[in-house]
Nanobody, 119 residues
Framework: QVQLVESGGGLVQAGGSLRLSCAAS????????MGWYRQGPGKQRELVAL???????RYSDSAKGRFTISRDNAKDTDYLVMNSLKPEDTGVYYC?????????????WGQGTPVTVSS
């Protein structure tokens, strides 16, 4: 099994910044893509940002220009730097991985890290 472990959530004032990290661990796996989804209060889980192996990225409209996703391939870790945070960015952020392990490709999810942006 691959485990995704997130860190970096917390409470921040509007206009502030946070950096989320997600480390993938396990044996003999290959990552196709990693990213972050967010589930706000009373809302469905939605894509925030995605980075595909090779470097291409994808962002939600609300994240464009404020958030940056990157990946350290040597550490199998991705990072989401969130700037100019708004109260509507509040939610639980879940790390996502599109990963092949033992010949089986599937989606993996982290436990989630809460982010609260106060106005």
């Amino acid at each position: 099994q691959v485990q995704l472990v997130e860190s970096g959530g917390g409470l921040v004032q509007a206009g502030g910044s946070l950096r989320l990290s997600c480390a993938a661990s396990g044996s003999s796996f290959s990552i196709h893509a990693m990213g972050w989804y967010r589930q706000g209060p009373g809302k469905q889980r939605e894509l925030v940002a995605l980075i595909i192996t090779g470097g291409s990225t994808r962002y939600s409209d609300s994240a464009k220009g404020r958030f940056t996703i990157s990946r350290d391939n040597a550490k199998d870790t991705d990072y989401l730097v969130m700037n100019s945070l708004k109260p509507e960015d509040t939610g639980v952020y879940y790390c996502y991985g599109d990963i092949t392990m033992d010949g089986v490709r599937r989606r993996y999810w982290g436990q989630g890290t809460p982010v609260t942006v106060s106005s």
